[in-house]
């Protein structure tokens, strides 16, 4: 963990913790279930909301936020090592205003802390956890720490804080008001859409893994919204070396460890390069995205194998996601009920044999490569392993007879597998259905005879019946009721879904609701230099951005931007041509982080070129 400038040689002495006032855990039966698993923390959990930031500024206290989410492994271990800890919990309750959040119901204040960690610290991840003044800004942070680390970090901070308080207070602000301005966009007067492709491609390359695909050198993250851009550049301007390395990428996708081969669906992410070993957790958004990947690259490359990828995502999504209401719940945890990283989905070679015997172990070590010596720890997780036609020829067998053969040994691994307990977070959230809209809407074009068409439009009527209020978008909602506010990106994310939708129903009044969601989010979002991610925060510092960032889901601002240059509403174009300008110079200076605002700075270009043009004969006249 690294503290900010100035902090750590102020939290270098201890002190005892004093007499305050007592505080409850308000978690108790929570709707959300990660805060509801929270609920017996001997900690005094608060919600995120007015009156606790208004107790922090009357007892000036800091606040501790504590941000995660319920698939996440390691938050369950803090929870586990520190949260349950007696010690831990009085020092957070006497102390500090102790605040739990769940990133998925306030993902607008958990980008403002994941942004400060980043730029502070480096790198940031969850369990996130922030101290803020009282005031609302952010002083330190860190990620998961062990328990004694964790006990002293609070022991000295307390200390601090009581000595000294107005130079913590100039600290956090004065670093606030840096990041602001680190933030800021310059003017750029001109781009060239063919050099932002050429700067694209070429930064994408940079960081590109040419072994195993993908980019970096460390944990692997499929980075999709990056993908969707590339493939759509490799459609546009067929390159070979970007061709190559994107088939190379989603080819070990689809072959590692990131994909359930057993179960269908994809982990988060791989905690090494070689898409080997998984972090066990399955998000609704990954499935989604996923899917609109490999149905576009089956388009781009003219491959079937990846329609048969994709097709294989969302059949697990809808067989094991989907809610009763037409929705789809959150996520899948990365650990099993007994707190078992990765439980669900690996076997030992006792298990195989008891449920398989002998022979068919044999078949299923090969078919699914279950003999690696670099297992992980627990067990063997199925990967794709030697072809079907391989081991029929190795083994004297009929290609057809040996398939059902391995249907069979699958069907009996899946029948073992249900036996185990998958925790699932059912929130049904507004934003990620947008996304999984879009998918099932694709994939019905594609398939017109298949179901999809039918589980988007119960998905298209849940979006505009139970998250629509007839005003605003609920963030979640649980036993019909609203859980959370609706944010930027769930706008966005359904605005997004229901286009889809609409370009394959036809149906005006889908066009309409997606009209309206573009005309709130303009309405409640944009302000005078760019978008707000929230449109009432309680804390400062909040600052509004003319493009966001690019991360596992897509930047709410691209989307709206495509959305708005493709409206029929002319002032709702010229304000999209005016936000993008804005953005521009992000863009331009890092093209790999800001890929998804490409179209719509293309289309903006192109409408200010042609005014350009039409301008000496409109001044002759």
């Known amino acids: 963990m690294r503290l900010l400038p100035g902090v750590l040689a102020s939290l270098l002495l201890f002190g005892p913790v004093a007499d305050a006032y007592a505080l409850d855990n308000q978690l108790r039966g929570h709707a959300s279930p990660y805060l509801a698993m929270h609920g017996d923390d001997p900690v005094a959990w608060q919600d995120w909301n007015a009156e606790t930031v208004a107790l922090a500024r009357a007892e000036n206290k800091l606040l501790f936020v504590s941000s995660g989410y319920f698939a996440c492994h390691w938050c369950h271990v803090m929870q586990r090592e520190s949260y349950r800890d007696q010690k831990i919990a009085e020092l957070l309750n006497d102390r500090f205003i102790p605040v739990k959040l769940d990133r998925e119901l306030h993902s607008a204040l958990d980008a403002y802390l994941i942004d400060f960690l980043e730029r502070t610290h480096g790198q940031a991840g969850w369990p996130l956890n922030v101290f803020l003044t009282p005031e609302g800004y952010p002083l330190i942070g860190?990620?998961?720490?062990?328990?004694?680390?964790?006990?002293?970090l609070l022991t000295r901070l307390d200390r601090s804080w009581r000595d000294e308080q107005a130079r913590l207070r100039q600290l956090a602000r004065r670093t606030q008001l840096q990041l602001q301005l680190a933030r800021a966009d310059a003017d750029v007067s001109t781009i060239d859409p063919q050099g932002l492709d050429t700067a694209l491609r070429q930064q994408a390359l940079s960081v590109a893994d040419p072994l195993a695909g993908g980019f970096g050198d460390q944990n692997k993250f499929p980075m999709t919204p990056q993908l969707m851009s590339l493939l759509d550049l490799q459609a546009r301007a067929p390159d070979p070396q970007l061709g190559e390395f994107l088939r190379l990428t989603l080819d070990k996708m689809a072959a590692e460890g990131l994909r359930d081969h057993l179960g269908g669906g994809f982990f988060r992410y791989t905690v090494d390069p070689s898409w080997q070993v998984p972090h066990f957790e399955k998000m609704l958004y990954t499935q989604a995205q996923l899917a609109e990947i490999y149905l576009r690259a089956a388009e781009v490359f003219g491959r079937g194998d990846y329609a048969d990828v994709a097709r294989d995502t969302l059949d697990f999504a809808v067989r094991e996601m989907r809610a009763r209401n037409g929705g789809f719940v959150a996520s899948f945890s990365a650990v099993d009920g007994d707190g078992?990283?990765?439980?669900?989905?690996?076997?030992?070679?006792?298990?195989?044999?008891?449920?398989?015997?002998?022979?068919?172990?044999?078949?299923?070590?090969?078919?699914?490569?279950?003999?690696?010596?670099?297992?992980?720890?627990?067990?063997?997780?199925?990967?794709?392993?030697?072809?079907l036609a391989a081991i029929a020829a190795a083994l004297g067998e009929d290609s057809t007879a040996l398939a059902g053969r391995i249907e069979s040994v699958r069907?009996?691994?899946?029948?073992?597998?249900?036996?185990?307990?998958?925790p699932v977070d059912d929130k049904v959230l507004s934003g990620w259905n947008g996304l999984m809209l879009a998918a099932l809407s694709r994939a019905a074009g594609r398939w017109p005879d298949s179901t999809y068409a039918g589980v988007a439009r119960e998905l298209r009527d849940y979006l505009r019946g139970s998250a629509w209020d007839g005003t605003s978008l609920r963030r979640s909602v649980s036993n019909n009721a609203s859980v959370g506010r609706a944010s930027l990106e769930d706008y966005a994310y359904v605005a997004y879904g229901m286009a889809q939708y609409a370009d394959l129903s036809g149906d005006p009044g889908d066009r309409t609701f997606v009209a309206a969601l573009l005309n709130l989010?303009?309405?409640?979002?944009?302000?005078?230099?760019?978008?707000?991610?929230d449109d009432a925060p309680l804390i400062p510092g909040m600052a509004e951005q003319p493009a966001m960032m690019e991360g596992a889901e897509p930047a709410a601002s691209a989307i709206l931007l495509r959305l708005a240059m493709d409206s029929a509403n002319p002032e709702l174009r010229r304000q999209a041509h005016a936000v993008a300008e804005r953005g521009?110079?992000?863009?331009?200076?890092?093209?790999?982080?800001?890929?998804?605002?490409?179209?719509?700075?293309?289309?903006?270009?192109?409408?200010?070129?042609?005014?350009?043009?039409?301008?000496?004969?409109?001044?002759?006249?």
């Open 142 to 152: 860190a990620t998961y720490l062990p328990p004694d680390q964790f006990r002293q």
């Open 340 to 387: 078992v990283e990765g439980g669900v989905y690996l076997w030992d070679i006792d298990t195989l044999h008891r449920v398989l015997g002998e022979r068919d172990t044999a078949l299923a070590r090969r078919y699914w490569r279950m003999q690696d010596a670099s297992t992980p720890d627990g067990g063997y997780l199925p990967r794709r392993g030697e072809s």
């Open 411 to 422: 069907r009996r691994l899946l029948a073992e597998r249900a036996g185990r307990t998958l």
């Open 521 to 533: 989010a303009w309405q409640r979002y944009l302000g005078s230099v760019g978008w707000r991610l």
């Open 584 to 621: 521009r110079a992000s863009v331009q200076g890092d093209p790999f982080w800001y890929a998804g605002h490409f179209d719509a700075l293309r289309a903006a270009v192109h409408d200010r070129d042609r005014q350009t043009e039409r301008a000496p004969n409109a001044s002759d006249g």
